[in-house]
């Protein structure tokens, strides 16, 4: 049978000078609202523990602690060996900083102290940064900010286009508004025209009223002026005098 091989993760501590302004108790109410969190007291302590996942024995793998004093609070926490020692120390004082958010009117911790650790703990991550990713993410930054111009361009082309396609919709129904009228005034050819222009005068007595003529045919009155002025030059009717 294979042997059992379990995997301990490495552990660190952290200890923060603090001043306790309420009760222990008053924490560990505050903490016990909180959820997936587990609350345990003792004479002089309340340990508050996160526990993250766990391994084939169901024993705790990856978890943090706060362990809280009336002068100090202790941050307890495993580091797995896939994880970046710097990047877990990270996560865990963002979510302390979160915590200690919840409880500052009681309890107060030494920003100093603090501060010094987030300040070595970004320190270590900057630092971890080789040239090339330093480089790679300039890059992004520099294309993230072309890619929103980009962006933004093409939102004003695109309502520049709406109202281009709207404008071009306006004139294609004026186009065809006009073609239609443009049909209906050369629907009669000009051996049609002059034709009708005879019969009309036939009838009216060697007379013809223009406006009455294409009111009639539904024609304008310069096309019939200008048909009779062709017919006139044609000699096939005569002005009076």
């Not at 793998?61 to 941050?75: C, G, P, Q, T």
């Not at 980009?150 to 186009?175: F, G, H, V």
Request: glycine content about 2%.
């Amino acid at each position: 049978m294979a042997e059992e091989v379990i995997i301990t993760p490495k552990v660190e501590k952290i200890e923060i000078t603090a001043k306790l302004n309420g009760t222990l108790n008053e924490i560990a109410a505050n903490a016990s609202k909180l959820p997936f969190y587990s609350v345990s007291t003792a004479e002089d302590s309340i340990s508050i523990g996160m526990v993250e996942s766990r391994n084939i024995r169901k024993q705790p793998y990856l978890f943090y602690i706060f362990e809280i004093r009336a002068d100090k609070v202790s941050i307890i926490y495993s580091i797995p060996n896939d994880i970046s020692e710097s990047m877990r120390r990270a996560f865990v004082l963002r979510n302390f900083s979160s915590f200690l958010a919840g409880i500052s009117n009681i309890y107060e911790v030494s920003q100093q102290e603090l501060m010094q650790y987030v300040d070595s703990t970004i320190d270590k991550l900057l630092s971890g940064l080789s040239q090339n990713y330093s480089s790679l993410f300039n890059k992004y930054e520099s294309l993230l900010t072309e890619y929103r111009a980009t962006k933004r361009l093409n939102i004003e082309l695109s309502a520049s286009n709406r109202n281009l396609t709207l404008e071009t919709s306006e004139l294609t129904e004026d186009n065809k508004k006009l073609r239609l009228e443009l049909d209906r005034l050369q629907k009669y050819s000009d051996e049609s025209l002059m034709s009708m222009v005879e019969d009309w005068i036939t009838v009216h007595g060697s007379s013809i009223d223009v406006d009455e003529f294409a009111k009639t045919y539904n024609l304008t009155s310069p096309r019939v002026e200008d048909i009779l002025n062709k017919m006139v030059s044609k000699g096939y009717i005569e002005l009076r005098g």
